[in-house]
């Protein structure tokens, strides 16, 4: 009997020893260094570089208290990485991002920052107020803008001169827009299009593989259309501004005829292939750093920025993409990660890391964009101008992307010709009504069974 | 049971042999029951909830299922997006791996290059799949569009057409026809006995009649075998769409499990994702469940006798 005993504990102690194996080879490593600092987990969202930022390289100089350990995750999985990251109560101090705030926020996912920039007196006025706006939700701020990709329209000057326009001239409203964009069509002898001026439309792929912004919703902005009730309780998506807007663009769509969009649009592209780098649509509205993309893939190309245009006796508008730095709920060195994250938002440090990196994109310090060193470079001004005229894309946190889902397909059933406007938005507002009663239901329900993250100081 | 039960106890042999057993698979056990069972069993609870991972869960009953089925537009949309890919898909892949099983199946030289060539566009991974297929029909420059017009035809819109966008992605389907699925009956082919055939000759039967009463009955337990593979995959296709097209245009490749996707991953509504997974995998064994009746009447399995 103890012989089998014997035997069994051996195959128990032989587990043992290939499970210590295992657990020894995939522990998660530590900083063996002697050095008492706080070690701050980082986390930055990234698309291939995984370059340690300037930013921490600086603070880790500088500093003797604190030490930024910086892990590169996957642009694509950062969302879901976070996600799992906070629910194992395990997250990394900081995270920095680019969806909207108020989806993690309005989901206690994120640390209200209040009490330290209450602390530090930090002056959020230097921020750019849309951008701050878009850090809040309820009355708190649950992070802080690092940068921001300001829009203005793109137009390529040696396409103006081949089709007789002034390079010099951009246009200024719509209507021209629309005007310049017929005299820009171009043709194979076969029917094919190989260029055209502007896109009214893009559907539900273009607008973040081209790196743009759907026209109807600049359009919207700059009629002031109210997409809610101020309580953002009520969706009021279906009005007759909003029908009036669909109808123009729905018209100024049809200069060219469906079909020959759809197949034109379907050779775009990254890098290279890029709809405005390739040299096939000569109008875009495209972000701050895309002269920087230009430079990269299209250095020679004559272009021209400009204000993004508008509706006569209207004001330009455009929207913030801002990218943003938080503390996830359960991180363990929360005032460390503030001491970091204000440090990326000072104006110097701001500077100096722009000049380090390859893109140009906006500060989120005004101070910072505004200052001379930033403004000499090619179209900053505009950039600089038109962020004054930015809104934020967080029109109703609680359904986010069921908002920008539909209004989306609202928008595709009517160019497609499968709705009439009205129709169309009466069925998207529906549904996203529909959304948002759910998940204010829910919100009412978490806040009685849920304690709302606060900081131990 | 009790001798048998009592039996084993006392022999120290069988004993320490199970226990061996047991514990050599029991990481594998433990594995299971905590990364497959316990997200399972989860899972039905939380589609009976109002769940967005970061917050507590909020139990609501049935309510998901109720506004699946009666006030959710996409939830049908998806349901006839997969089954007409499921339909429009299984035959074409079937028949496609079969007839090029049965080309492979010749003793002619060189065959093996053959297979093989025939093999390889089914080790490309997803994604590069759909990169690459999204250039194939690409209407202005694609390589099929291109064809058609030296053929004299205009091409369709392909994948920015509602009315073409499932058939485009059945069609990217076809490039795989010769992977697992073709070795998979080129096998049976192989294990048809040759006295059947010489048996067809003797009755002076030609090929139609050794493929309808030799090939087919011979090779349908793995026809039926395949079939309900393939709906099962079917009814998950999500790659494609989610690369591609983003379930456009016109929500026309709007798949169960893109949709799915969108409601846990974009919206985080978790509890009603769970709901929506759970509606899948009744719909699954349903349809795999009539299969099996079907089947029934028509897959012949050696050794057995039709009506005993």
Known sequence: ?457 | MKNTVQHFWNNPLKRREALTGYLFISPWVLGFLIFGIYPIIMSIYYSLCQYDVLRVPQFIGLQNFKELLADDPYFWKSIWNTLYFTVLRIPLSILGSLLLAVLVNNAIRGIRFFRTIYFIPSIVTGVVLSVLWMWMFNPQYGLINSFLAFMGLKGPLWLQSPQWSKPALVLMGLWSIGGGRMLVFLAALQGIPQHLYEAVDLDGGGWWSKFRHVTLPMISPVLFLWTVLEVIFSFQIFTEAYVMTKGGPLDSTLFYNLYLYFKAFDDFQMGYASALAWLLLVLTLAVTLIQFKIGKRWVYYEGEQRGA
């Not at chain 1, 299009?193 to 743009?212: A, D, E, P, W, Y």
């Open chain 1, 1 to 457: 009997m103890l012989h089998y005993l014997w035997k069994i504990l051996k195959i128990i102690g032989l587990f043992a020893v290939l499970l210590m194996t295992i657990a020894f080879l995939f522990w998660p490593q530590h900083k063996t260094n002697n050095d008492e600092r706080i070690h701050v987990r980082y986390w930055y969202a990234t698309g291939q570089k995984e370059e340690l930022p300037f930013t921490v390289r600086l603070f880790n100089e500088m500093q003797d208290s604190i030490f930024v350990e910086a892990v590169a995750i996957p642009w694509q999985e950062s969302e879901k990485k976070i996600l799992t990251a906070i629910l194992s109560d395990n997250p990394p101090d900081i995270v920095d991002h680019f969806a909207p705030v108020v989806k993690w926020a309005s989901r206690m996912g994120l640390y209200p920052l209040d009490s330290f920039i209450a602390a530090d007196q930090f002056d959020s006025t230097v921020i750019f107020p849309a951008c701050w706006q878009e850090m809040q939700w309820q009355g708190h701020v649950f992070a802080m803008p690092t940068a921001t990709a300001s829009y203005a329209l793109f137009y390529n000057k040696e396409m103006f001169r081949q089709a007789g326009l002034d390079p010099d001239k951009p246009p200024r409203t719509w209507d021209e827009v629309r005007q310049y964009a017929r005299k820009l069509v171009r043709r194979t002898e076969r029917g094919h299009i190989t260029q055209m001026g502007f896109l009214f439309h893009l559907g539900r792929t273009l607008k973040v593989s081209q790196q743009t912004e759907e026209p109807l919703l600049l359009m919207a902005w700059q009629k002031q259309v109210p997409f809610t009730d101020p309580q953002k309780e009520k969706v009021l998506f279906a009005n007759e501004q909003m029908v009036e807007l669909l109808n123009y663009v729905l018209e100024a769509n049809q200069d060219v005829p469906l079909p020959d969009q759809l197949a034109f649009v379907a050779g775009f592209g990254y890098g290279d292939q890029h709809a405005f780098t390739s040299g096939r649509l000569a109008m875009m509205i495209l972000p701050g750093n895309f002269p920087d993309h230009i430079a990269a893939y299209r250095p020679g190309l004559d272009y021209g920025v400009s204000v993004i245009p508008s509706f006569e006796g209207f004001p330009t508008a455009s929207s913030t993409a801002t990218w943003w730095m938080a503390i996830p709920r359960g991180a363990k060195h929360p005032r460390a990660a503030w001491e970091f994250i204000k440090f990326v938002v000072d104006k110097e440090v701001q500077l100096q890391s722009l000049q380090a990196m390859d893109e140009n994109l906006f500060p989120a310090n005004r101070l910072a964009a505004m200052d001379a060193s930033f403004l000499y470079k090619d179209f900053n001004q505009i950039f600089l101008d038109q962020l004054n005229y930015a809104h934020s894309t967080s029109i109703l946190p609680l359904a986010h992307d069921t908002f920008w889902r539909e209004f989306t397909n609202a928008v595709e059933r009517v160019v497609h010709g499968k709705q009439q406007p009205w129709d169309a938005l009466k069925q998207a507002e529906l549904i996203i009504q529909n959304e948002l009663n759910r998940a204010v239901a829910y919100d009412h329900y978490v806040r009685e069974h849920m304690q709302f993250p606060g900081i131990a100081q």
